[in-house]
């Protein structure tokens, strides 16, 4: 078995005209939190997508537990007990917050046989998924609804977790719950791959850096060593951390 | 003077009161930070000020005309002007064509009558150099050409900085101006903020969730709760606020400090994931 629950080798993906990933090579160890980073167009939703079947890859090979799933659709990855919140968040506007988490726990007919202990961990975290329960999902404010899109994909247990920008347009409280969730849930051996712009959340959970520029991965390493080096984070991301 | 004000502006859906009875005045020459927990009533309050939405009762008046029975585009023509929280551009445009329209918009022809070549030409070169001049502005120069549905998420939110600079408002919106940006490029758009409250003509209202954005900006913070307004003052006071350590920052009540300039501060425990909600049973090799 190896080491890397999730793979990418050479992965390209065109979108339309426009040749986004030039060659992707990515490895997600198992139990480990990875962090995708890299200015705005560097590729890394479209790298997300192509993980997801959204894209498919024009070349190279995308490896799930050993297993090719690069040709594979969305829906048969996703039941490979893979979650995803894509960055537009995918909330189903005209359903209700309930109707929504009803959706995302797979293993579910109804609220009662999903895991209450877990769905009460889940109302803690996020307090807006329980006091808009029943409301439509549409009306729920932007963060809110960032909120519900994560919440959906931590319902259920899943093997990997792939959150484009969790913390987008949360308030710091809720952010600091969003922090500590991804830690339980990285400590109960889920394995975790988040784009992310908030520098500060990356570098209290990330384990493993993998950093993209112009389709490409240009650096791979943990965490600490990227957050020990303030040249390389320089040259790296045009800043310090 | 272009001041901004509310006066008991609510707004009501169904049973739930989103904004609620909120009274406040914006001076020009202040940048105001609007924060609070998600679901506050913030966008709601914006959508209320720039017409999206309308008031269930309550009035939004700036320099003492009452705009409140004005579509959002008379309310743009009075001199409002709104980023939003979601981006709103041409998307099948390019990036210079989306700025040469909002320019057009304010400027183009509104001074000149009649069919005129000369008058055409000239005002389309003027055009031409504002935009070029705007597009200088937020570093977009070299992506002019690109169709707008293409850019990723981050220069789609400078674009639209961009227009709202072309619009020349006298009071600007910004709801998260540098969200799905990295750090890296934020500086950009906090850069054209500091340019316009340099200017100091301008009425600035900022939402911003990233603290040490509005410790940095902010003349003055305003915070709203459960759609009402629950404090307003001078940043550091405000921050200090039991209400804003508690309900927004999520500090324990009589606890730690406030949350550092880089967000570094500790919540108070999260609940534990039940232990059972680990691995899926099918988990681990096959």
């Known amino acids: 078995m190896s080491d890397d629950l999730l793979t990418l080798e050479g992965v390209n993906t065109h979108i339309g005209a426009y040749h986004i990933l030039h060659g992707v090579d990515l490895a997600v160890p198992r139990g480990q939190l990875t962090m995708l980073l890299g200015r705005n167009g560097a590729g890394k939703t479209t790298t997300l997508r192509t993980i997801m079947g959204l894209w498919h890859a024009s070349a190279g090979r995308v490896t799930f537990d050993g297993r090719d799933i690069t040709r594979l659709d969305t829906q048969r990855i996703a039941m490979l007990n893979v979650a995803y919140v894509p960055e537009n968040m995918g909330i189903f506007a005209d359903l209700t917050v309930k109707e929504n988490m009803l959706l995302a726990a797979r293993g579910a007919r109804t609220i009662a046989q999903i895991d209450q202990q877990r769905l009460q961990w889940v109302f803690s975290l996020f307090p807006a998924v329980e006091k808009f329960w029943n409301h439509p999902a549409g009306k729920l404010s932007g963060g809110q609804k960032q909120m519900l899109a994560v919440a959906r994909a931590i319902v259920e247990p899943r093997r990997l977790l792939i959150v484009d920008e969790p913390s987008k347009g949360l308030a710091p409280a809720i952010i600091n719950n969003m922090i500590d969730a991804f830690a339980q849930l990285k400590a109960s051996g889920v394995t975790i791959l988040l784009v992310e712009q908030n520098i500060n959340f990356a570098r209290r959970l990330g384990d493993t850096v993998a950093v993209m520029d112009n389709g490409v991965v240009v650096h791979a390493g943990t965490m600490e060593a990227l957050a020990r080096d303030e040249a390389l984070q320089h040259s790296l991301l045009g800043l310090a951390i | ?286």
């Open chain 2, 1 to 286: 003077m272009s001041q901004l004000a509310t006066r008991d502006l609510t707004v009501r859906f169904g049973g739930h009161v989103a904004v609620n009875g909120v009274t406040c005045s914006f001076e020009p020459g202040t940048l105001t930070a609007i924060v609070g927990p998600n679901g506050a009533g913030k966008t709601t309050y914006f959508n209320l000020i720039s017409g999206q939405l309308k008031a269930t009762a309550g009035r939004v008046t700036l320099d003492g005309r009452d705009l409140s029975d004005l579509p959002p585009s008379g309310r743009t023509r009075a001199g409002l002007g709104r980023a939003f929280q979601l981006t709103n551009l041409f998307p099948h445009l390019t990036v210079l064509e989306n700025v040469r329209l909002a320019v057009q918009a304010t400027r183009g022809g509104s001074h000149r009558r009649g069919f005129n070549l000369w008058s055409i030409w000239s005002d389309h070169r003027d055009l031409i150099a504002r935009a070029d001049e705007i597009l200088a502005a937020i570093e977009m120069k070299a992506k002019e050409r690109e169709i707008v549905a293409n850019l990723p998420h981050g220069d789609q939110r400078k674009l639209e900085v961009a227009l709202l600079m072309a619009l020349e408002p006298t009071v600007f919106m910004f709801d998260e101006p540098t969200a799905g940006m990295n750090a890296a490029e934020a500086p950009v758009i906090l850069n054209l903020i500091r340019q316009l409250k340099a200017d100091r003509s301008k009425t600035i209202l900022l939402v911003e969730h990233k603290m040490d954005v509005v410790r940095e900006l902010a003349d003055r913070i305003i915070v709203l709760h459960n759609g009402a307004l629950v404090a307003d003052g001078e940043p550091a006071q405000v921050i200090a606020s039991p209400i804003v350590q508690e309900a927004y920052l999520g500090v324990a009540p009589g606890g730690r400090d406030a949350q550092d300039a880089s967000g570094r501060d500790v919540a108070p425990p999260t609940p534990s994931l039940p232990s059972r909600g680990g691995l899926p049973s099918d988990g681990g090799a096959r």
